[in-house]
């Protein structure tokens, strides 16, 4: 349980939280300590430290509440979590493990998050099975218009291709779903160790955008597109979902909104759908192919 509970709370975590060494993976790294002391659980491996319940000696810091609520204004960032945990965020089992070692979780009234957490939730099962050994990381504080999913390529295919779904909105748009399919652009790093994939990244994506078998120029139906910096709508998804050249200068090769916040799940499991061919060629270590 120590290993489920240590995934659960890196799974809460926003990516760009992550430790600058290490994998961005779930299962722990180096030794894993777990102990019990003064109603809360405290885990770490070599990357993170967590506490589940009350105190604040740990890098990442999750209140155990009855229902999940928000804790702060954020961003916190690392630190106290925006979001509570809650038992209806934990498999039962799980739950039941650690109810037995700090207790009941806390009443509290603070703004309920019941519902964006089931629609996140609902989210991950619906995607997870069509994103086989991606990981998945939420995102409160990252970024200041939207929530949700950031999910990663497997590691094993040195990728840096990520996955955001959720809820995004702006100062002209209201809540919705927001759906990206992206990379990060050639020699943009956050880390040494990412020179590697982000090379491969940018051979991936001359792969999906060549103009006689690229598996997103099939999909926008027009095998020149790349070479026009302009967003091409995939008229055939619903919502307003956009391919984005890479000429345009942008990191999402996908940018959707869905119709409503209500419509995000279905609305979602398409557009991974007719991505699914772009998808399937991401695990290549692709070398010698350019634009011609």
Not at 86 to 110: F, M, N, Q, Y
Not at 243 to 269: K, N, Q
Request: aromatic share 8%.
């Amino acid at each position: 349980m120590e290993r489920a509970l240590f995934a659960r709370l890196w799974q809460e975590v926003d990516f760009d939280d992550h430790p600058h060494s290490g994998g961005h993976g779930p299962e722990p790294e180096g030794e894993l300590t777990c102990a019990v002391r003064d109603g809360s659980i405290h885990i770490s491996d070599s990357r993170l430290s967590f506490i589940l319940g009350s105190g604040d000696d740990a890098d990442s810091i999750h209140r155990w509440t009855a229902e999940s609520v928000q804790m702060n204004e954020g961003p916190e960032r690392l630190g106290e979590h925006r979001w509570s945990l809650s038992p209806k965020c934990v498999v039962p089992t799980l739950s039941a493990w650690i109810t037995e070692r700090i207790g009941e979780a806390e009443p509290s009234d603070r703004p309920n998050l019941k519902e964006t957490r089931r629609l996140l939730r609902h989210i991950k099962q619906r995607l997870g099975p069509m994103l086989p050994d991606w990981t998945w990381h939420l995102e409160v504080d990252n970024k200041a218009d939207r929530m949700g999913w950031y999910v990663r390529a497997p590691a094993e295919w040195t990728s840096l291709f990520t996955i955001f779904v959720g809820f995004g909105w702006n100062q002209s748009i209201t809540k919705r779903g927001f759906l990206l399919f992206e990379r990060a652009p050639p020699g943009e790093l956050d880390r040494p160790d990412e020179a590697e994939p982000n090379r491969l990244d940018g051979l991936r994506t001359v792969a999906l955008c060549n103009g006689a078998r690229g598996a997103l120029s099939k999909l926008v139906g027009d095998m020149h597109w790349a070479s026009t910096p302009r967003a091409y709508a995939l008229e055939d998804l619903p919502g307003e979902v956009h391919l984005w050249p890479p000429s345009m200068g942008r990191w999402p090769l996908l940018h959707g909104r869905s119709e409503t916040i209500e419509d995000v799940v279905d609305w979602s499991a398409k557009i991974i759908e007719a991505l699914q061919p772009a998808l399937s060629t991401l695990s290549a270590k692709i070398e010698g192919i350019s634009w011609h």
